[in-house]
Nanobody, 127 residues
């Protein structure tokens, strides 16, 4: 029903920037939440940021607050994650997710609440 494709990952030096994109296709709903999660080797999948599509309410993890920004482009049906001041500890595979979860900050941070996932894009930050 819904397909998500991430892009924009790559190798950057510490202090650099990247912008990740998540392009959606299929029958999306205006009440969906859209999230970014990341997973480093040997670690659990970690919440990064989320946005409520219809009203653009956002949630940002404390670990990236002030450095990362989530946004959307309605015309392109695309969600972005702008990452600035990157640190080596930001290195991970980044995943885009979407779903019809209830409006809740707690739900938005829980990967189990999302129905659709992209394939992931690798972000590597070197010193």
């Amino acid at each position: 029903q819904v397909q998500l494709v991430e892009s924009g990952g790559g190798l950057v030096q510490a202090g650099g920037s990247l912008r990740l994109s998540c392009a959606a296709s299929g029958r999306t709903s205006s009440n969906y939440a859209w999230g970014w999660f990341r997973q480093a080797p040997g670690k659990e999948r970690e919440f990064v940021a989320a946005i409520r599509w219809s009203i653009s309410v956002t949630y940002i993890a404390d670990s990236v607050k002030g450095r990362f920004t989530i946004s959307r482009d309605n015309a392109k049906n695309t969600v972005y994650l702008q990452m600035n001041s990157l640190k080596p500890e930001d290195t991970a595979v980044y995943y885009c997710a979407a779903g019809g979860l209830p409006y809740s900050s707690d739900y938005a941070r829980d990967p189990r609440m999302y129905d659709y996932w992209g394939q992931g894009t690798q972000v590597t930050v070197s010193s």
